[in-house]
């Protein structure tokens, strides 16, 4: 990076620390900060999105369909979360692989799953061998992606749903007495009224997931848990830039990360809710 | 049927060191999935009820002193309360554990006045010692914060009638804070106690190695699932296992709740419902 970092071996002090972190490694490991950031902006709306689509569900008039949502929903509060982050990646891998294989090898006929091999033709891969870094490195983000969306919609969806039941029936009957469609009452009254019961729960989400994203080192993605424990290793002199153990320090950086997020996202939600509340018919709002 | 019988006795306690060391590598059956994975459960229990036990005494420690006028009594507890809820879990099994390696090697001994208990300090980076530790401050720092916001909330008549009636002192806070405390948090922490058994999954994903393969549950699926190149047998059994231990832990707190609440009229009893809504960690 600067200019007198050429020979490390002759530098000191300061200086050689200015030189050792700012290596080409340690510019993937502050990406990977940035890896994690995307990756909490993505995974927020996709759970919401599956949140939405879980509660909605667990309302539905349709016994199949109400079993199904009510199923999601109640599954995650029994099974660890890690559970799902380990199978659902592989077996939406294997899916695709096998769909494709179905669809693309049709004229293959050996089976797929021979003992313990799972092995589907060429064209099937996903992605195809010929592919890119990049498109691997991708397929692996979305599928890690989709774990934690699935994962933290079930928990929204839990949140969601009951925010839905808390919305003051009066509300529902007014809507009705006025004439309104069931789902005109689910659009217009439904909707609008719940988020302030959500906002609890929700908030209480956040910071979960926020506390779950170093679960992606599980998953094979180059996070910061990843640079940590690469970076931080014992580097003998066959190194750069040798030193001890470091790998406490790197650790304790990421203690620090993880605090300030979760402390600067708490005081903004506690802001948020406050807002939210004025003038609504709960507790809080009329204190305010 | 009596092979896996046979294979119960094989591998029933694998994760905990006896029977068979070798796991099956080729043709792995139904059976010794579930086998294995069950005695995987062994380490499951092991640190979340030890972590749970201590930490229930931990964690009203931590209550009554963030709720301490003195400052320098309830900035410590607000300061580990805030460390261990503000950061995850995954991170402080990493860094504890980078710690514990950097420790001298030493053994101390403990005159125990029948034995003499060396203890070690590479104790700390074993599974069973160090990640337990870390779960109990975990478990305590959130059990901390639950019970810190019951702790508020109960109700200032009792505390007058306790006044009234000449009670101080530790006699006031055992006879009349404690049990409303309690009653109060109860619903917050079985959920806090769902969610440690769940948290005892990381440990063996982390730094803590699984000596010769003594792992916990989902180790053990997680290596069939490696093995066999095959999710769709061992995480489903993993769940099995999980969702009867949650009913477990509902059914045990239950009881538990049932007796906190039996001073009270019928009509006010509650009975414990767990929080769906609002999830606490």
């Known amino acids: ?288 | 049927m009596s092979s896996c019988f046979q294979t119960l006795t094989d591998y029933g306690l694998r994760s905990i060191g006896y029977g068979e060391r070798l796991l099956p590598k080729a043709d792995i059956t139904l059976c010794e999935q579930f086998v294995l994975i069950g005695s995987g459960m062994i380490w499951n229990i092991y640190f979340a009820i030890l972590a749970l036990l201590f930490g229930f005494f931990f964690a009203t420690v931590l209550a009554l002193g963030k709720n301490s006028k003195l400052f320098l009594l309830n900035a410590p507890c607000r300061a580990f309360i805030f460390i261990f809820r503000g950061s995850p879990l995954f991170i402080q099994f990493f860094f504890a554990y980078d710690l514990f390696v950097l420790l001298p090697r030493l053994g101390v001994d403990i005159d125990l006045g029948f034995l003499v208990v060396t203890v070690e300090t590479r104790w700390l980076t074993k599974a069973w010692l160090g990640a337990l530790i870390v779960l109990f401050f975990n478990t305590s720092a959130y059990a901390g914060e639950i019970f810190y916001g019951a702790l508020r909330a109960v109700p200032s008549q009792d505390l007058e009638s306790a006044d009234a009636f000449g009670f101080t002192g530790i006699k006031k806070f055992r006879r009349i804070v404690l049990p409303t405390m309690l009653r109060l948090a109860w619903p917050s922490y079985t959920n806090e106690a769902i969610f440690m058994f769940h948290a005892t999954t990381l440990v063996f994903f982390t730094g803590f190695p699984a000596w010769q393969q003594k792992g916990d549950a989902i180790y053990y699926a997680s290596y069939f699932a490696d093995k066999t190149f095959n999710p769709f047998v061992p995480y489903p059994i993993v769940g099995f296992y999980f969702i009867l231990l949650t009913l477990i832990i509902i059914g045990l707190f239950g009881l538990i709740n049932r007796h906190l609440n039996k001073h009270l009229p019928t009509n006010e009893r509650k009975r414990l419902k767990i929080n769906k809504y609002n999830l606490i960690r």
């Open chain 1, 1 to 288: 990076m600067f200019s007198y970092c050429v020979d490390p071996k002759t530098l000191e002090g300061l200086m050689w620390l200015s030189c050792y972190v700012t290596t080409a490694k340690h510019m993937s490991f502050y990406y990977s900060f940035f890896v994690v950031m995307g990756l909490l902006s993505l995974a927020a709306p996709l759970a919401m999105a599956f949140g939405f689509a879980g509660a909605t569900a667990a309302r539905s008039s349709l016994k199949i369909v109400r079993a199904f949502g009510k199923g999601y929903l109640a599954m995650i509060r029994g099974i660890p979360d890690i559970v799902f982050f380990l199978f659902i990646p592989i077996a939406l891998d294997q899916a695709f692989e096998y769909l494709r294989h179905k669809v693309l090898c049709s004229d293959v006929t050996e089976a797929v799953r021979q003992g313990n091999d799972f092995v589907v033709c060429a064209a099937a891969k996903l992605p195809l061998n010929t592919a890119s870094e990049w498109v691997h490195d991708i397929y692996g983000f979305s599928l890690a992606l989709l774990a934690f969306g699935f994962v933290f919609g079930a928990f929204a969806g839990n949140v969601l749903s009951g925010a839905m039941a808390a919305v003051p029936k009066a509300q529902i009957e007014t809507g009705e007495a006025y004439g309104f469609s069931s789902s005109q009452i689910f659009r217009r009254i439904l909707i609008p009224q719940m988020w302030i019961y959500a906002l609890p729960g929700l908030s209480n989400l956040w910071m979960i997931l926020i506390k779950a994203t170093p679960l992606l080192f599980l998953l094979g993605i180059e996070d910061i848990v990843y640079w940590a424990k690469e970076l931080g290793g014992i580097k003998t002199g066959v190194y750069e830039y040798p030193h001890p153990d470091w790998r406490a320090w790197y650790f304790g950086v990421l203690m620090i990360f993880y605090l300030s997020l979760t402390y600067f996202s708490q005081s903004f939600l506690d802001k948020l809710s406050a807002r939210l509340s004025k003038g609504q018919a709960t507790m809080a709002g009329k204190t305010v």
